[in-house]
């Protein structure tokens, strides 16, 4: 079994940064694509952003392109995603998550997820 846990969430003001990163324990995400998606209040959840094992092919949402980055470390077990230009849009409820899968946008594909951390943007 793989546990996720997800840390770096925050307030912080419009045009702010932060880095939200994720650690796996239990055994190693070896094989997993690791994805960060995100829940604003009264929405559905949506993907954010993936990163697939082996050559690390990162894809965005076209909302976060150009201002999330997300990288992994797999020597540490942990996915980051670094989030520049924040935006108030931007707030919502965090969670990463992990599929053996290549369809890394559709969220019901995920075995494996954190229990998520808030990002609060303020304008």
């Not at 849009?89 to 951390?117: F, I, N």
């Amino acid at each position: 079994q793989v546990q996720l846990v997800e840390s770096g969430g925050g307030l912080v003001q419009a045009g702010g940064s932060l880095r939200l990163s994720c650690g796996a324990s239990g055994r190693t995400f070896s094989g997993y694509t690791m994805g960060w998606f995100r829940q604003a209040p009264g929405k559905d959840r949506e993907f954010v952003a993936a990163i697939t094992w082996g050559a690390g092919i990162p894809h965005y949402t076209d909302s976060v392109k150009g201002r999330f980055t997300i990288s992994r470390d797999n020597a540490k077990n942990t996915v980051y995603l670094r989030m520049n230009s924040l935006k108030p849009e931007d707030t919502a409820v965090y969670y990463c998550a992990a599929t053996m899968t290549s369809y890394y946008r559709d969220s019901t594909l995920y075995g494996y997820w954190g229990q998520g951390t808030q990002v609060t943007v303020s304008s």
